[in-house]
């Protein structure tokens, strides 16, 4: 597959200010890169969601996202049956939230997705060594 002309001209450009030493000052330089997960956003939305982020706005499924795994972190942690009640309601309704803001995702289509959750949780996993540091 050959480079287009403006391939090319991009690629001279970039080599020549690395050989001016335009990148050497750049922040973060020399540690890793801090890459989003966006797996959970369609491929056809994640050009259009990156932009609004850097806007300062947020689509309402990712709010939701977000909140549905504070949620599930609540539930988790729950010091007493009322507030594992509480959560599990707000589980449920951010699942329904979720399954209608993104109909096609198959995750929010399951129907025995808090079940799953729940069962989850009410098994914790015992604390390996590096969770205790």
Excluded: C
Aim: hydrophobic fraction near 30%; charge should be neutral; proline fraction near 6%.
């Amino acid at each position: 597959m050959s480079m287009s002309i403006f391939g090319k001209l991009a690629e001279e450009r970039i080599k020549q200010a690395a050989e001016r030493g335009d990148f050497d000052d750049l922040p973060g330089k020399g540690k890793p890169l801090k890459l989003e997960d966006d797996s959970n956003v369609p491929e056809e939305l994640r050009l259009a969601y990156k932009i609004l982020k850097n806007a300062g706005y947020t689509p309402p499924e990712l709010d939701a996202q977000k909140e549905l795994m504070q949620v599930e972190d609540l539930l988790a942690n729950a010091p007493d049956e009322k507030t594992r009640y509480q959560a599990l309601k707000r589980l449920n309704y951010l699942t329904m939230k979720l399954s209608h803001l993104r109909p096609n995702s198959g995750i929010f289509n399951d129907s025995d997705y808090s079940d799953r959750v729940v069962e989850r949780l009410s098994h914790p996993r015992k604390a390996s060594d590096s969770d205790k540091k």
